[in-house]
């Protein structure tokens, strides 16, 4: 699963996204300039331009859904996080 969310993340580096989350709690992120790593199963998403950011634990992590412009992360207790250009 990390490999898949890597592979998926990569043509994102560097451009501005827009991270929307649904679920019980619904936000939207603005990142202007996106940057990821992770550590000990958490993905950690920044922006070089400013101190927004997003952490996500993977194990929490069942299903991802992808295409060029989108990714869809759906996690446990019915969240729905969705990066998208």
């Given amino acids: 699963m990390i490999e ?36 000990y199963d958490v993905l950690n998403i920044t922006d070089e331009k400013s101190d927004n950011y ?13 295409n060029e412009k989108e990714i869809k992360l759906y996690l446990d207790n019915d969240i729905i996080v969705s990066i998208s250009i």
Avoid: P
Avoid at 10 to 36: P, R, T, W
Avoid at 54 to 66: A, M, R, T, V
């Fill in 54 to 66: 997003l952490k996500i634990n993977l194990n929490q992590i069942y299903k991802i859904e992808n």
């Fill in 4 to 39: 898949d969310i890597q592979s998926d993340l990569k043509k994102f580096i560097g451009k501005g996204v827009v991270i929307v989350q649904h679920g019980f709690l619904e936000a939207k992120y603005l990142i202007s300039k996106l940057n990821y790593s992770i550590t």
